[in-house]
């Protein structure tokens, strides 16, 4: 439920059915390790509703769904119509959802290009085949889209506290250019986008052979826009960097994990363009 339009846990309790199990709907009734495991899942989605929002102003303005097939934008593959028991959402993010009791093994297809493995974004694979991977009870599989930005908050517990000053941009970097574009508003305003009351962040990712550049600016107005954020960064998928340039001054405030991933911690952002550039 955490890559898909609604997050509503169901359950089995008072069943009409005595021969069906009962099972709790709410994760807190549920018995550890699967207490912990649920909780991650819960809070991941928390993390990602800059991306889900995103993926609603997309549907109501281009009519694009949430949850796509797989042959959604390529009608040529022939082994996207066969991969039937998996799904994009959104135009970054591939789903393959655990379908057999006890599984420890997952086929699925990916489609051309460069792709990250969500959970472990060291792991890489180049598209066009199909893979086997490995599923726990910890995590299903999930790839990322080269090239893609996905936009996150830190884990908040309730939508009350939504934490609008705080922001993550996620760029999984690929060879060539892309694009993207997050959606804000205040959250309360059902008629926001007719009233032209939202921001759009425009999100632009480039890498060309050791060069890696990751751009992002604000337009539009809403009430209680934050006028300043605290933004963190972390780039996937390329080696360190020599020199960091921000808005084209040098930058030294950076850090590689253990994953090969480039971070870079919180800094203040007022709403201007900004520009980051790795050589």
Not at 145 to 159: E, L
Not at 204 to 217: D, I, L, Q, V
């Amino acid at each position: 439920a955490v890559f898909s339009p609604i997050f509503r846990p169901h359950g089995s309790v008072n069943a009409p059915d005595p021969k069906i199990p009962q099972i709790e709907s709410e994760p807190v009734f549920y018995e550890e390790p699967d207490k912990s495991i649920l909780r991650t899942f819960v809070e991941l989605r928390y993390r990602l509703m800059p991306y889900v929002y995103s993926l609603t102003y997309e549907a109501a303005t281009k009519g694009n769904p949430m949850v796509r097939p797989m042959f959604y934008n390529n009608s040529t593959d022939s082994n996207l119509y066969k991969a039937n028991d998996q799904y994009m959402f959104g135009d970054a993010l591939l789903i393959a959802p655990v379908l057999e009791k006890g599984a420890t093994k997952r086929t699925l297809y990916l489609p051309n290009g460069l792709w990250y493995d969500f959970f472990h974004p060291a792991k890489t694979y180049n598209g066009g085949v199909w893979i086997e991977v490995d599923v726990t009870a910890e995590s299903i599989p999930v790839f990322v889209k080269g090239g893609a930005v996905i936009p996150m908050r830190p884990v908040f517990d309730n939508t009350a506290n939504y934490p609008k000053e705080e922001l993550e941009f996620h760029y999984y970097a690929a060879e060539g250019s892309t694009s993207g574009v997050m959606y804000e508003d205040d959250g309360m305003n059902p008629r926001a986008i007719a009233a032209r009351q939202f921001e759009l962040i425009q999100l632009y990712g480039m890498k060309k052979e050791n060069n890696t550049a990751f751009r992002f600016s604000s337009k539009g107005l809403y009430a209680g826009k934050p006028l300043q954020r605290n933004v963190e960064l972390v780039v996937y998928g390329i080696s360190k960097p020599n020199e960091v340039l921000l808005n084209k001054a040098p930058w030294t405030k950076w850090m590689v994990h253990d994953d090969g991933s480039i971070h870079f911690p919180k800094f203040v952002w007022k709403g201007n363009e900004v520009m980051v550039e790795l050589k």
